[in-house]
């Protein structure tokens, strides 16, 4: 061995935590003895190392023993390695020369046999003592950032989170699939708990999003691709061709007035109305600009028609116009995308899309706006008959082992809006039939006992079935809801007039693709994945992706709301840094001994290693790398190296965990 | 020792091979729900299960451990979107090859783990602890190899 390192040795009792099953103390005393070797000149054991006392030791210890190397045998990296590396730093020592042995996690609180988890404690610490000696010190890597930001997704938490980034500000390209902003909650006619009229508070936004200096709207637009890396993005975006011209287009609504073709709206109207082939999706679209649908087109079937085109009056159709691709950079991303309703046709037993009268929720939402096509009037399929009774199906393809095991979250509250939009409008009875009801937010629960004050019935059971088959008389002409009542245990046969099945939220149909289009991840429900899923809510594993609202799980409004603010707080802070640090851990190819064989270059997911041509080598683009090592493992010249997860290191760290190389001395007394 | 016999006795000595992110964080929430589980294990965290360099796994046998786990997040879930992959292929091919140096299968155990899943983390752990105390120590001697039939080949046409 060249110079040895001197090393220092902390074991940690966290109070009894550790010290009450390892006894902290032998093996502060075997570390100090046995690893002497290993070049260990000082070991203690404190009773929390964390405090403030305990890394003034250790920063003590630097200065006055000459440590040049820190081992800490506490809890768990996850929660203080941050801690004791910038110990280390407040002492002069590179805070990477570090390592922290979970003793914690690892031992003292899954054991119960104290001799074996003494011992297993030294091995571990054996093994800690081992790798630090191939740290090397590290310094993290800085990027500059972009200031703008790319919002994908134009429902109220990619509103939101724009309106915050533009209002500090920095630019956003906010990107909508759809020819207009709003999402969701633009369906919708009021709000739980306060039935606050959803379009009045949304469109306020909406048109401030529309008419920002700083927010760049692409809407009937996608994202195609992403390059780069945080900071320092590049990305394509489809901008479909509407056929309008922006530039000239008024939003005078002539062309959708004269346009001869009808076509179902499945989209915005749920399949309850219709649209016409140019059309804006609703009245208050932002953009005004209208599209035109090019399957259903007169002219782009059959070639002829021109209506729009004869009445606009500016001459803005353009029946030529093309895609464009955009290209733009951007230093964040956020994706707020969304959700889709549970396609409720795949719970044949509960007759959608064969009983008439049995309508999802968002139909009903169509159906109580007063916007919508019956013009707020709750009525049958038939368009005019008032139904007297009305049965409201909770959890339909949530909390179902068969569909969802998930709950949708907001589905009881929007089952109790429901309720209450039936009861007030209609004087209809109102039946429930839920499995639990969950009302856990502010105003919720008060809202679940007005609606009990207001008379709506609450069964508790899983819906079996409905039907229109008649067996009782009373039965003729309604819908039967079949349910045993869980807590009388009876069974129940409910004829009603009218069937609402609250169905759950899925995770958009192109979610997989979305993520891997901007390298995150999904859970195996398709939902996108947070970070941390407690302290790191609206973070991704890659760095500057952001998500939020249901694309990360399904959630309300005022969920949905603070999370697309809570991302834009997180891309202004990195923002206003003007550049990040990184975790320099990362992969580098020594390129004296890379033999060009390009295995690492496709094994990489995130596309850092590009390979040169013309000298035959590839290369570790450190901004790209997320620093797994997958290519390390790889490469069969051994060219390549991982920072702070060297073969060294690990190698050494198993001699360490083995105990190899230690001489054996009778320390069990 | 004491005089019973050994595989009763036996305390093997497993080497166990993390991923930041899913399984040693499994690990960690093993920990913090006090979930209790066999001593028999000590861990090393990569970043990635992708990060497995079939050496760190000969090392740890030549170094003496008993047996190797190897855990990474589920299929779909890896951090790194798709490396546990990457590892899946070569955990086969080492298994394999372990087999020809004469190394029982069942020394080997490879774990999917979530961040969440501590319970189950604890639960392989002791299950995998049991399987491999009846073998006994490693017993790797050179030429053991020779004992176990070579893979056959399938004819490639030329």
């Known amino acids: 061995m060249e110079k040895k390192e001197r090393i220092g040795v902390y074991v940690c009792h966290c109070g009894t935590n550790i010290a009450g099953v390892v006894n902290v103390g032998e093996v502060s005393t075997w570390a100090a003895e046995n690893l002497k070797e290993q070049g260990v000149v000082i070991a203690r054991d404190y009773k929390f190392m964390c405090s403030s006392l305990g890394q003034e030791l250790i920063q003590k210890d630097i200065k006055e023993h000459g440590l040049t190397r820190v081992v800490v045998a506490a809890c768990s990296p996850h929660l203080h390695e941050q801690t004791f590396r910038n110990a ?8 990477y020369l570090s390592e922290l042995v979970s003793i914690r996690e690892q031992s003292s609180w899954v054991h119960t046999d104290k001799v074996a988890a003494t011992e297993k404690s030294k091995a571990l610490i054996a093994g800690g003592v081992a790798r630090v000696i191939h740290h090397e010190p590290l310094e993290p890597l800085r990027v500059p950032i972009h200031p703008a930001t790319l919002v994908v997704g134009g429902g109220i938490a990619g509103i939101q989170a724009a309106l915050e980034i533009a209002n500090a500000g920095y630019p956003v390209y906010l990107v909508e699939r759809e020819p207009s902003i709003g999402g969701h909650m633009a369906q919708f006619d009021k709000t739980f708990p306060t039935l606050d009229c959803s379009a009045c508070i949304l469109t306020p936004k909406m048109v ?11 809407t009937y637009s996608e994202v195609e691709k992403v390059d780069g890396y945080v900071g320092n993005f590049v990305v394509t975006i489809r901008k479909r061709a509407r056929s309008v011209n922006e530039e000239l287009c008024t939003g005078c609504g002539i062309c959708w007035e004269k346009c001869p073709k009808k076509v179902v709206d499945n989209i915005f109207e749920a399949g309850m109305g219709t649209r016409k082939a140019i059309y804006v999706p609703f009245p208050q679209a932002v953009p005004k600009y209208p599209v035109i649908d090019r399957e259903n087109c007169t002219y782009y079937i059959k070639g002829t028609c021109k209506a729009c085109e004869k009445f606009c009056p500016t001459n803005a159709i353009d029946f030529a116009q093309e895609d464009q691709l955009l290209n733009v950079e951007v230093g964040n991303i956020i994706l707020a995308t969304g959700y889709e309703l549970f396609d409720a046709r795949r719970i044949t037993q509960y007759g959608y899309g064969r009983l008439a009268n049995v309508f999802t929720s968002l139909e009903f939402e169509r159906l109580s706006n007063a916007a919508g096509p019956t013009g707020g009037n709750i009525v049958l399929r038939d368009g005019k008959t008032v139904p007297k009774v009305v049965g409201i ?14 709950c949708s979250a907001i589905c009881c509250m929007q089952s109790l809006k429901f309720a ?21 937010a502010k105003g919720y629960e008060e809202f679940y006992h007005r609606l009990l004050e207001e008379g709506t019935h609450f069964i508790r059971g899983k819906v079996a079935e409905i ?30 007039d009218m069937v609402i099945l609250s169905a759950g939220l899925e995770p958009r149909r192109d979610a ?19 970070r941390h899923p407690k302290l790191d809510p609206v973070a991704t594993v890659t760095e500057g992706i952001y998500i939020a609202g249901c694309v990360q799980g399904p959630k309300d409004i005022p969920a949905s709301v603070a999370q697309g603010a809570a991302a834009a707080a997180r891309i202004l802070g990195k923002i206003q840094q003007k550049e990040i640090a990184l975790e320099p851990v990362r992969a580098s190819i020594n390129q004296d001994q890379c033999s060009g064989c390009r295995i690492c270059n496709n094994l990489c997911p995130f596309n850092a290693i590009l390979f040169h041509e013309d000298r035959m080598v590839s290369e570790v683009n450190p901004a790209l790398c997320q620093g797994c090592g997958t290519c390390v493992a790889a490469c069969p010249a051994g060219a390549i190296s991982g920072t702070g997860f060297s073969n060294e290191q690990i190698l050494s760290q198993i001699e360490g965990l083995l105990l190899l190389n230690i001489p054996k001395k009778e320390t069990v007394a | 020792m004491t005089d019973t016999p050994e595989t009763q006795t036996f ?7 993390t991923c930041n992110w899913c399984s040693y964080r499994a690990a960690d929430m093993a920990g913090t729900a006090r979930m209790k589980y066999a001593p028999n294990v000590r861990l090393i965290r990569l970043m990635c299960s992708g990060r497995l360099d079939p050496t760190f796994v000969l090392k740890a046998f030549a170094g003496g451990a008993d047996a190797v786990l190897v855990s990474g997040c589920h299929p779909g879930d890896c951090h790194y979107i798709n490396q546990n992959y990457k590892m899946l292929r070569r955990f086969h091919l080492l298994k394999r090859v372990l087999q020809q ?32 105390r009846p073998l006994g120590p490693l017993n790797w001697k050179p030429g053991n190899g020779a004992q176990v039939e070579a893979p056959v080949h399938e004819e490639v046409p030329a």
């Open chain 1, 88 to 95: 280390c730093k407040g002492a002069g020592l590179n805070p």
């Open chain 1, 208 to 218: 401030e999003a529309g008419n920002h200096p700083n927010i760049t709207l692409l």
């Open chain 1, 393 to 406: 199906v909770h959890c339909v393809g949530s909390r179902d082992k068969n569909y969802n095991e998930y």
């Open chain 1, 420 to 440: 209450h939009l039936v009861h007030e409008r209609t004087g209809a009875e109102v039946y429930n039939f839920y499995i639990d009801i969950r009302t856990p």
């Open chain 1, 467 to 496: 039907s229109d088959a008649v067996r009782l008389p009373g039965e003729e002409g309604k819908l039967i809801i079949q349910v045993e009542d869980t807590l009388t245990g009876n069974q129940l046969r409910v004829p009603v």
């Open chain 1, 512 to 530: 997989k693709e979305v993520a891997n289009k901007f390298g995150i991840s999904c859970s195996a429900d398709g939902w996108l994945i947070e």
């Open chain 2, 11 to 17: 305390e093997p000595v497993i080497i166990g091979f």
């Open chain 2, 101 to 132: 140096m004469g190394i029982e299968p069942e020394r080997i155990k490879l774990l999917w783990a979530s961040a969440a899943e501590g319970a189950i983390f604890a639960e392989e752990i002791n299950k995998f602890v049991e399987q491999v």
